[in-house]
């Protein structure tokens, strides 16, 4: 009688562990982080996809901050994400030869490039692109 009942709890058991959901597995990583103007106040948070194409801040800020970008600074929001491996780069059009890291060392950008400061600056057409 034993026996027959820890075949019928393993069965169980087992029947229940296939029957359970699978997991997502296709989801992309993502960097997350925050666009902020400190003179107006505006903020927001936008998740980069790693490993793909460069995105401008238009793309991903545009609709909290419409169709002209100004902001102070871009902080990390997520920069433990991918085992503390992901290296993003921020570029100013105006400056092509120059990139910004962002990542899990170097979390925060001043992006009008004085840190005593807060100047909002048109950030509208900057990328950014992060890879593991």
Not at 22 to 36: E, G, H, K, S
Request: hydrophobic share 50%; charged share 10%.
């Amino acid at each position: 009688m034993k026996a027959s009942m820890i075949i019928a709890s393993a069965a169980a058991l087992f029947t229940s562990a296939l029957a359970a959901p699978a997991i997502t597995r296709d989801a992309p990583l993502v960097f997350t982080v925050q666009l902020a103007n400190d003179k107006s106040g505006k903020n927001a948070n936008a998740d980069v996809i790693v490993n793909n194409a460069a995105v401008t801040f238009g793309q991903l800020f545009g609709g909290a901050f419409g169709p002209q970008v100004l902001a102070t600074s871009l902080q990390a929001v997520s920069p433990g994400a991918g085992g503390n491996n992901v290296q993003c780069v921020v570029k100013d059009p105006n400056y092509p030869g120059q990139a910004i890291a962002l990542n899990a060392w170097n979390t925060f950008i001043d992006l009008d490039g004085n840190v005593n400061v807060a100047t909002p600056t048109d950030v509208t057409y900057f990328t950014i692109e992060c890879q593991l």
